[in-house]
């Protein structure tokens, strides 16, 4: 049976003029739901009404203590939905429920996180000259557009509407297309939590029309996508027109380097978790492993072991037993065949493990891969030297469980290997020289770097990109509330009647001092 899933407007489930969204569960090609779109009409009423409930002030003003109160209540509230949640999050992106049974129950963490910074924050009352009080406040900006991806739906849209509902703005999100069924799941949480009707407001729709209707509306405040580097500057052209403020956290090719000083097992296990996690499907996926010529055929036996286990323990993505979903669509699987095909065909490079889409049976429980949109966690190294640098693969955005080896004498190789990318989103380090590690992280070009571990997410820890091409702005910490804010100065003169009379008359008669500023 096909579920319909209407759109979320108002504080309440409400239809869509555009022409419906199949969702697909990428397991099985199968289409199990059909979710409401926003048309252009769609779009302008929602904004219209966001817009007008900003100006109510029922959410811009309330007092921060009430609205930490509704966000720490939105936190428990989602931690009762979860058994509803993590089983459609699964479904809907193929993601494996052991990845889903972990990650999803993290999101409350961040309705938490926010909500103390509301209880805590400081307001400045600067050093002024004179009988003058001069405070700051941080303020809501108004409306703001939030699009969010398929990989993570849930925790990308939780980890951009957090800051931006303690900030006090009116929200819409769009989902991804690919992946719209949790977010809108979202919306009787948070009204039940408290959010006023049309503070919270989620229309699905396709990038080209319902995305590009809402980044280009001049009542939008700010923008907030995660998404590829593409799309990315295209949005930020559109939002730049409006003079209205942007984040955007975009494409990666996060390099791992390994010292011969790492245990090398440990490094495999986190080279592993950094790449195959969500089939590969992130931005922050070490995908560039670059290793001490020292220890590099021993990790790479390690390495294919630990990878052809998680092979051989892929199934249903709802097996607690699998380890590793399929990729989102049929689109994303000729993305990560077509590079890993044309660096092998080329000559450049060879696959030591994995390399080609997966059409058997699975042996942990009986999937048919061919159904499916599966590929196998892939190993490439160079053919010849250092052969693989001149490839795609090396410097494009695959999306898939596919990672390139390659080796280095020197630490100033490692450094140089590490930052010929575009991108600089996240990088991982495993050494256990701790002055090696603090002179190596210093030196890379990368928003994120792990040392000895990897895609590490709490609340508090920016999250962003060192390189254009990674995005502007970060998302987490007191910086993401700060984005969500402006800030209002108010300068109060407390000085007495009669002081002000004598100093305060600019156009007196005479030519006695005049005060300025």
């Not at 593409?230 to 949005?235: D, K, L, N, T, V």
């Not at 065909?345 to 999937?367: E, F, H, P, Q, Y």
Request: with cysteine.
């Amino acid at each position: 049976m096909v579920s319909a899933f209407p759109m979320w407007v108002a504080g309440k489930e409400q239809p869509g003029e555009a022409e419906q969204i199949p969702v697909e569960d990428p397991a099985t090609g199968e289409i199990f739901a059909q979710c409401d779109a926003a048309s252009v009409a769609d779009v302008e009423r929602t904004i219209t009404l966001a817009h007008e409930t900003f100006k109510s002030g029922i959410w811009s003003r309330a007092p921060r203590h009430h609205r930490a109160d509704v966000l720490e209540k939105c936190a428990a509230l989602l931690t009762e939905a979860l058994s509803a949640l993590i089983p459609l999050e699964v479904r809907q992106t193929g993601r494996a429920i052991r990845e889903m049974n972990a990650q999803v129950p993290s999101l409350v963490r961040w309705f938490k996180y926010y909500a103390s910074i509301l209880r805590v924050e400081e307001q400045p009352v600067l050093p002024t000259t004179g009988k003058l009080h001069n405070f700051l406040q941080r303020v809501p900006l108004g409306v703001v557009v939030q699009i969010t991806p398929f990989n993570h739906p849930l925790l990308i849209a939780v980890k951009k509407l957090a800051p931006a509902l303690a900030a006090g703005n009116s929200v819409i999100v769009k989902p991804s297309e690919l992946t719209p069924l949790t977010t809108l799941q979202l919306g009787p949480i948070l009204k039940e939590a408290g959010v006023p009707d049309g503070v919270f407001n989620v229309l699905p729709g396709y990038g080209a029309t319902t995305g590009k209707a809402l980044v280009q509306h001049p009542l939008v405040r700010k923008v907030d996508v995660t998404g590829g580097t593409a799309s990315g500057r295209a949005i930020g052209g559109i939002v730049g027109g409006n003079l209205a403020r942007y984040t955007a956290e975009l494409g990666g090719k996060a390099p791992l380097v390994v010292f011969e000083k790492a245990d090398v097992q440990l490094a495999v296990n986190g080279i592993v978790f950094g790449s195959f996690v969500a089939s590969g499907q992130t931005c922050i996926a070490s995908t560039r492993i670059i290793v001490d010529n020292n220890i590099l055929a021993q990790l790479l036996v390690q390495l294919q072991d630990k990878t052809d286990s998680i092979t051989k323990r892929m199934g249903a993505p709802s097996n607690l037993e699998s380890a590793m979903g399929p990729l989102i669509s049929a689109k994303q699987l000729g993305n990560v065949e077509t590079l890993v095909n044309e660096a092998v065909d080329s000559g450049k490079a060879r696959a030591v493990t994995g390399g080609r889409r997966m059409k058997n049976i699975s042996s942990l429980d009986g999937t048919d891969f061919s159904q499916g949109y599966f590929y196998p966690p892939t190993i490439l190294v160079s053919s010849e030297g250092d052969s693989i640098l001149e490839t795609r693969i090396w410097r494009e955005e695959a999306f898939g469980p596919v990672i390139v080896v390659v080796g280095f004498d020197t630490e100033e190789q490692a450094i140089r290997l590490a930052n010929n990318s575009e991108f600089g989103l996240g990088a991982g380090i495993w050494t256990q020289d701790l002055a090696q590690a603090f002179r190596v992280s210093e030196q890379i070009d990368a928003g994120i770097t792990w040392v000895n571990t990897h895609h590490r997410n709490d609340p508090s820890s920016p999250w962003g990109g060192a390189k254009s091409s990674s995005g502007v702005g970060s998302e987490n910490g007191i910086d993401a509330y700060h984005a969500y804010t402006t800030i209002k100065s108010t300068i109060i003169n407390y000085a007495s009647t009669e002081e002000s009379l004598a100093a305060d008359d600019w156009f007196k008669e005479g030519t006695g001092s005049v005060r300025y500023g």
